[in-house]
């Protein structure tokens, strides 16, 4: 019998779907797919929460992520299994660790004092983009070669002061050259693939992946079927492939899942939800990893990195 490793998972989407589609942790409706139910039988004990910031909606940005912390919030004080990760967290407990995020610089309006008042709240990690321009950075789907604005570098050396951890997922090539550049601290990619498998913006140069390792950042492979092949259906395979190509570019202390759950259209066939994470357990058996080094994908490698940050 293959063992049973605690799961964690670097982004997902929930908080919009709670906020805006009135998604519930406990019971599932119309699209949604992250549920505590399906955590625990997936043995998830590591979970990001994103507040992904809309444009597109009227609210603004700094509004709309406050009202997704508090959902955050709402969501802990309905369930006591989940509690914010400390440093002393186990996985053997009966609890679910959580960590805030945010998806998307917009949330703090160009302003330090606004990221100063987030972290505070609990919020531990920010993307400085999502798919569009802003005042701090341009983001992967411009291909664009510019980078951080003057605001963007300043906002990087603050969260580096502040201790918040700073996600490359989103931003452009030439932007994550910048924050490789000015950051003193190791820095994380949430839901990002390997690119020389997978040609999109959105998945990262070897080049990359190999920095962030080298400073002891991890990167969370994500479920997207359009960043992890060019067909249209995508399986646990693909998922596998990227995985193993982080590992053989990083080192096998690089490499993590960050699932994109709630905030994907499709998920691969063999992992449709929290329930099928230890497939992917079971697949790295396959390839080979023993079970330390599964243990580090699953679960370590995750944890250990926000461990710095809490």
Known sequence: ??????????????????????????????????????????????????????????????????????????????????????????????????????????????????????????????????????????????????????????IIDEMNRIGMAIDLAHLGDVGIDDVLERTTQPVFSSHTNARVLRDHPRCMQDAHIKAIAEMGGVIGVNFYYKQLTDKKTCSISDVLRHIEHIIEVGGIDCCAIGSDFDGMDRCPDGLEDSRYLPNIANGLYDIGLNDEEIYKVMYGNLADYICKFV
């Open 1 to 154: 019998m293959k063992k049973k490793f605690p799961c964690a998972d670097a982004h997902c989407d929930f908080l919009y779907g709670m906020q805006n589609n009135c998604y519930d942790i406990k019971q599932p409706i119309g699209k949604q797919t992250m549920t505590l139910p399906r955590m625990v039988e997936g043995n998830v004990k590591l979970q990001f929460f994103a507040a992904w910031i809309d444009i597109l909606l009227k609210q603004n940005p700094l509004s709309q992520c406050i009202n997704m912390i508090d959902a955050y919030y709402r969501m802990l004080e309905s369930n006591p299994v989940f509690v914010p990760l400390s440093k002393d967290f186990s996985p053997d407990s009966d609890k679910i660790a959580t960590v805030l995020t945010i998806e998307g610089g917009e949330a703090i309006e160009g302003s330090a004092e606004n990221l100063r008042m987030l972290y505070k709240l609990g919020v531990r990690a920010m993307t400085l983009t999502w798919n569009d321009v802003n005042s701090l950075a341009y983001p992967a789907t411009k291909r664009s070669r510019r980078g951080l604005s003057k605001l963007g570098k300043e």
